[in-house]
């Protein structure tokens, strides 16, 4: 894509990026497609292994090891970039996640608790490290930047499966519509991705019969689509006919009522003062 891109065309240096859960799947097919439209990419993931064979298949990529599920590898992971890029983050791409399957009436389910991991992951750490990219960037009152928060239709409805990936997904689509609109005055742009089910080893507990037709060249046709869409300003990014079929399903919330709904509830003065 060219430079009018509204991402591209307000920076005045090279883009960098970080993908989290960038060394496989379909966060490696991002970072990788980040790559090839121009901007610096690091990528995170917590197994060493899998970020060596990511950067000997592509080795324009940046790696970084770290367990985003730990608050100081996730201050870190900021502390990092900085020191070798010499500058902020322009783009933070939440990709990270688990899949486990749950069946609250199977003694396996019972046993422990099985829901932190997928909470931590998938809900609790993108937050967070949403936090931490606005905050890199204090003072950066005009340059453009973005955050692209991976989720999936099945924040949209239960499934029965795998319920805390459905539950912390849903957790993160609303954090999402909450964070554009508090974001709405300024220079950074909150974007969410909603993928079909693919071929990777994210649901290796799950039996998903349509993702065995969404291998490779899908993952890539996806990660394609996503930057695209992206790097178009395309807020939500529907990039698969599965995807499409599914989001369809949900109309989107009125943002009239939305607007109505939050009027009725503030922030008590000194609230930022405890």
Request: hydrophobic letters at 45%; aromatic letters at 6%.
């Amino acid at each position: 894509m060219s430079g009018t891109s509204w991402l591209l065309q307000g920076l005045p240096h090279t883009p960098l990026a970080l993908v989290t859960g960038g060394s496989t799947g379909l966060g490696f097919a991002m970072a990788r497609t980040l790559a090839d439209h121009g901007f610096s990419v690091f990528v995170c993931a917590r197994t060493r292994t899998d970020l060596d064979a990511a950067t000997a298949r592509e080795p324009r990529l940046l790696a970084l090891h770290a367990d985003v599920t730990h608050a100081e590898d996730r201050q870190r992971l900021f502390a990092e970039v900085e020191r070798r890029a010499g500058r902020p983050l322009d783009l933070l791409v939440n990709n990270a996640a688990i899949v486990r399957a749950h069946d609250y009436t199977n003694p396996f389910t019972l046993s422990e608790d099985r829901a932190a991991a997928e909470i931590d992951t998938n809900f609790a750490a993108p937050i967070d490290l949403a936090r931490l990219f606005l905050l890199s960037r204090h003072g950066r009152v005009s340059t453009p930047g973005a955050i692209l928060n991976v989720s999936t239709p099945g924040a949209l409805f239960p499934l029965d499966a795998n319920p805390l990936y459905s539950a912390t997904k849903a957790g993160l689509h609303m954090f999402t519509l909450s964070l554009r609109r508090h974001l709405k005055d300024t220079p950074v742009r909150v974007f969410e991705l909603f993928p079909p089910a693919l071929d990777t080893r994210l649901a290796d507990q799950l039996d998903v019969p349509s993702q065995a037709a969404h291998g490779q060249d899908v993952i890539d046709a996806v990660a394609g689509e996503a930057i695209a869409g992206l790097l178009a300003g395309t807020e939500t990014i529907l990039p698969h006919p599965q995807s499409r079929a599914l989001v369809a399903m949900f109309p989107p919330i009125d943002t009239g009522m939305i607007d109505v709904v939050n009027r009725g509830v503030g922030r008590r003065a000194g609230w930022d003062h405890p």
